[in-house]
């Protein structure tokens, strides 16, 4: 697992939350900001800030020093489809006695809103995502109130390298994820009878969970727990298999 590695001026703008946050996450499908290649060995924090708004990114040590670098104010906030790496892992999870098919949506960059030095961080996909009909989830005894108007299209055998994909799109058209899903066993059973999926969008560390569904959904209550897993219920279903889209094309 990588080493985190910050700079005097990126504890001090960040401050002991951001710190704590910056530091405790999976690195394990990380990618250097700089060379683009999987984090591996020491890595250095580096903070982009533009007043309001930070943004958190990892450099190997040998691509660059841990720094804060000032990009100025026309730096605000984007959502996933204006850039961002994104994973997405399925499950089929426990809510109180039923199990539902889930979406667990990950940024491989942390991105936080911030009121200034030391303030409290919000996590920038996340307000994104409560302003768009989701909501803060605490617990998982029941599945969120369904997002109006947000679609996910599953595209069986079409992803990118002809395994499964997702498309994810949000009320205005625009694609929060599109790309590879692996489904596991009784996900799509699960999907077919309920017509919808339950899709979480946080910062939980799943890459190493992927076939441990008891691991996943201790990972998924201890974010919520900690106050930073957000969800709703969104629509799912299956184009005919002539229309079915590439993601990403």
Same mark, same amino acid.
């Given at each position: 697992m990588p080493?985190?590695?910050?700079?005097?001026?990126?504890r001090a703008l960040l401050g002991p939350e951001g710190i704590a946050r910056a530091a405790d996450i999976s690195l394990t499908s990380g990618i250097c900001a700089s060379c683009r290649e999987p984090l591996t060995g020491t890595v250095n924090t580096v903070v982009l800030t533009g007043g309001t708004f930070t943004h958190v990114v990892y450099v190997h040590d040998r691509c660059g020093p841990s720094e804060v670098i000032q990009t100025g104010a026309g730096l605000g906030p984007s959502v996933p489809a204006d850039g961002y790496d994104m994973t997405m892992t399925a499950a089929v999870l426990d809510h109180g006695g039923a199990d539902l098919p889930v979406l667990v949506a990950e940024t491989v960059s942390r991105a936080y809103i911030v009121n200034g030095p030391g303030a409290e961080l919000t996590n920038v996909v996340a307000s994104h995502l409560l302003g768009q009909g989701f909501h803060l989830v605490s617990r998982m005894r029941q599945a969120p109130p369904q997002a109006p108007e947000w679609i996910g299209v599953l595209l069986l055998g079409h992803g990118p390298a002809g395994e499964d994909g997702?498309?994810?799109l949000e009320p205005d058209g625009g694609q929060f994820y599109a790309g590879s899903v692996e489904l596991p066993d009784g996900w799509l059973a699960q %999907? %077919?009878?309920y017509g919808w999926a339950v899709l979480y969008a946080g910062h939980v560390g799943l890459a190493d969970l992927r076939h441990d569904s008891k691991a996943a959904a201790k990972a998924l209550r201890t974010a919520a727990q900690a !106050?930073?897993?957000? !969800? %709703?219920?969104?629509a799912v279903g299956t184009p005919p298999p002539s229309t079915a889209p590439v993601p990403g094309r």
């Open positions: 080493e985190v590695q910050m700079s005097p001026e990126v997702l498309l994810v %999907a %077919a009878r !106050g930073q897993l957000v !969800g %709703a219920r969104i």
